[in-house]
């Protein structure tokens, strides 16, 4: 079976691995395993081939289990790129670490914590994300997924901003959407009409030269923080709305964050201060 090869095949080269790193200083014999390791590592790529031609059980989670072995042993022949490059044992490290991951012996695995967690969480953060005409599908199913993990309120999604039923959003999210509300909003100076009616005070993330630092921000709750398109920003008419421009401090040449990425640090300040 498909299994069983990958596996030894996996426990070979790691076995190739530790031998390289043991007789390092004998230069011969060092060139000698690591020609053999990379010739083994080139190997796996047949097994990206091989799990169509073996015999499957046709139950549905013997053939999902073979397709994960299969994307992970492609994967695994991606570390053929280190071939020439290792000039010290040390760095072997790079090569055994994701095979001893893949093989279940690895310490890290017990370090890091993967899984999503099945409680429901407290009381949302009375804090709600407002995403004003973003092109990028992924860019709005990453900030999805930050805004879910630090439990926020909702978001809105205004203006030509892709919404989760879009395949690119789905695939950044991953499964995020399921957790937080999330609704197509009208065009965003009429939302933040309405969220003002209900007594949000509405905070625009914003390169304006008069923005405040979000180091000096104090929220107030509930609270609604707008994020504008990736090139041109958030629209004029919606920034006269906000009660306040506020902008993440840089300290490099470029002025600007992908909007993803200035998302998830505002989020995670706003939460933080809240909580202190």
């Known amino acids: 079976m498909f299994k069983n090869k990958y596996t030894l095949k996996l426990e070979y080269i790691l076995a190739l691995c530790l031998q390289a790193k043991e ?34 059980d046709d139950s549905t ?6 397709l994960t072995d299969q994307a992970h042993a492609h994967h695994l022949y991606g570390l053929t790129r280190l071939k020439g490059t290792l000039r010290n044992p040390d760095q072997l490290q790079h090569i055994m670490t994701p095979l001893k991951r893949e093989l279940n012996k690895s310490d890290l695995d017990q370090q890091i914590d993967t899984n ?20 990028s599908a992924f ?14 309120e909702r978001v809105y999604l205004s203006g030509y901003t892709a919404t989760p039923d879009s395949e690119k959003v789905l695939k950044s999210s991953m499964g995020a959407e399921k957790n937080i509300p999330w609704e197509p909003g009208p065009d965003t ?10 007594g949000y005070e509405i905070v625009a993330i914003e390169t304006a ?29 919606t920034l006269t709305e906000a009660d306040h421009i506020v902008r993440v401090p840089l300290y490099g040449k470029k002025n600007s964050l992908n909007v993803a990425t200035c998302a998830g640090i505002v989020i995670n300040t706003l939460v933080t201060k809240t909580i202190e």
């Open 61 to 66: 989670d013997d053939t999902t289990r073979g």
């Open 209 to 237: 030269k008069n923005a405040l630092s979000l180091e000096a921000f104090i929220p107030t709750h509930p609270t609604a923080v707008i994020f504008g398109n990736e090139r041109f920003g958030i629209s004029k008419e």
């Open 116 to 135: 999503d967690k099945t409680l429901s969480p407290s009381t949302p953060f009375k804090i709600s994300i407002v995403l004003e005409n973003l092109r």
């Open 23 to 56: 007789h390092w200083g004998e230069e011969l014999k060092k060139d000698l395993l690591l020609s053999q390791l990379f010739d083994e590592l080139e190997s796996l790529q047949d097994f990206t081939n091989d799990f169509t031609n073996d015999s499957v």
């Open 189 to 198: 100076p009429e939302l933040i009409r309405n969220l003002k009616a209900k």
């Open 139 to 152: 860019n709005v199913g990453s900030i999805i997924r930050t805004a879910e993990s630090f439990n926020l």
